[in-house]
């Protein structure tokens, strides 16, 4: 019972609309009991998570699966939550927004492959009305803009996409996923990373990736706490720089779609220099951002500029 009630309040997005759910459900349970024992429940959870951490530093963490993955990854990545004081009544006091930052641990089935077996882009990245929404969502675009600030999700339908390539039949099956999520500081959140992969025995794992975007502080979890697992740039983040980089450019809509489908090609197969070398020639015709001006969201210096300083950051 206190597990359906915990996770009612975990995922619903208030405890008075879980006691609802709860109620429905035969369970006569007011929303402040809800939250008392969400509180109560989700302190000793994260207790528990933060000693692992002292007891992975210590060397005394036990491994608690039976055999070792073949293969690994983990991924991280942070977001944006809207938190309000503690401890201070009813209603909202001191809101603000924070960082949350989520690691996914998963094990996989991977076929060994003498050659890449999906050297192009997966079709989801090359289709038009996709990748405008992806972009939309992860970049946080409204749904519309000012004419004099019009977003390239405005713009006309790009043309058809080009035909897609066949399915991979051997993609990598994803086997058990499972997650640790923190508010802490990266410093504090990377033993969290460690001892939920020890556990899992991941280190021991014949082939291990690390998955994270741009910022810096993932990069330091990798070097500090994975540093013989595959460093990836999550292409997700990179779509996004590239798509708005190439509206960017100007032009007609067709010559941004090609330049951004070969900007893509050209970092999912690795030769991401060249990309660096052509967003160089365009920072060069558009002009570099002032360091003192305040340019406007969409203007095509601060969008150009920020593909360049992304893609070079992660070309490692």
Known sequence: ?????VEAAGRLPSFADAAFALHLAGVDISPRHVGRLAHEIG???????DDKAVAHRRRQLPV??????EV???EVDGGRLRTRAAVSGPGVHQPQN???KVACLVSLHSDRHAQDPQPEPPPSFTEPRRVQRVVRQMKGLPGEHPAEAAG???APAPPRPEPKAPPVTAAPQRLVGTCVASMHDSRSFGPLVAAAAQERDFYQAKRRAFLGDGQAYNWSIQKGYFPDFEPLVDLLHVLCYLYLAAWATGGEEAQR????LAWLRACWQGRVGEVIEELRVWEGRLGKPPPEEELKEYDPRRLVGAALSYTSRGQE
Not at 1 to 5: F, V, Y
Not at 43 to 49: D, L, N, S, T, V
Request: aromatic fraction near 6%.
């Open 64 to 69: 608690r699966v039976a055999a070792a993955p």
């Open 98 to 100: 924070k960082e949350d």
């Open 72 to 74: 690994v990854a983990v």
């Open 1 to 5: 019972m206190l597990q359906i009630i």
């Open 257 to 260: 779609w090609s330049l951004y």
């Open 43 to 49: 302190g000793e959870m994260a207790q528990k998570r």
């Open 152 to 154: 390239p999700e405005e």
